[in-house]
């Protein structure tokens, strides 16, 4: 498929990415990337974001740690780029059997310490659905309030505000719970804050 031909905001899925993301009602293409596992065609050199699930994300800070490094500092020489987990904090600190000489604490410590290094945002998402509208929201941010600050802009500023209004809308995919998204935004009269 030739990159002229494609709609005004296709997401690049890396060739090398494996059980990846759907991105339902968006358009896709699978190509080799630079660095990551999907960016935004024509920004593919200023924007990417690296999946992991649990499983990954655990043998970056382990076994593959220096493969991993040298790849967080690629993404880190992007305009932005990000760092999606497919689970939440909590479920991360439960390691895996088969991890021995790395702790949880050190797991996420290195996680926040390349984030802090490289400035790369790292998302920790309890199910897959929910990372992919993270991916989602995170490339359309780029476009909104980078991409589009440049007058030499693919899209332009326009385009990206079209976009960032006509974006599919999703399943309800937010965490449920304790997630601050299911409290009510202000205590009311009836249930003060403290109350049984």
């Known amino acids: 498929m030739k990159t002229d031909r494609l709609p005004p905001f296709t997401i690049v899925c890396d060739t090398r990415e494996q059980d990846g993301y759907d991105f339902t ?7 080799g990337l630079p660095t990551g596992d999907y960016s935004i065609v024509g920004y593919e050199n200023r924007v ?14 382990a076994g593959d740690r220096p493969r991993f490094e040298r790849c967080v500092a690629r993404l880190g020489d992007l305009d932005r780029a990000a760092i999606i987990i497919e689970c939440d904090l909590r479920d991360f600190c439960d390691r895996p059997s088969y991890i021995q000489r790395v ?7 290195s996680y ?34 980078v991409a589009s600050a440049s007058e030499t802009s693919v899209l332009g500023r326009e385009a990206s505000a079209a976009l960032t209004h006509s974006l599919p809308t999703f399943p309800n995919v937010l965490p449920t719970g304790d997630a601050p998204d299911n409290r009510p935004a202000t205590p009311t009269t009836d249930n003060p804050p403290g109350a049984s």
Request: hydrophobic content about 45%; overall charge positive.
């Open 103 to 109: 702790t949880p604490a050190t797991a996420v410590g």
């Open 48 to 61: 990417a974001v690296e999946r992991k699930n649990k499983a990954d994300a655990w043998g970056c800070v």
């Open 112 to 145: 926040v310490s390349w984030s802090c290094k490289y400035r790369i945002p790292v998302f920790w998402c309890d199910t897959k659905a929910y990372a992919e509208r993270i991916t989602v929201r995170f490339l359309v941010a780029f476009l909104k309030h």
């Open 25 to 31: 009602g968006l358009s896709t293409i699978r190509r």
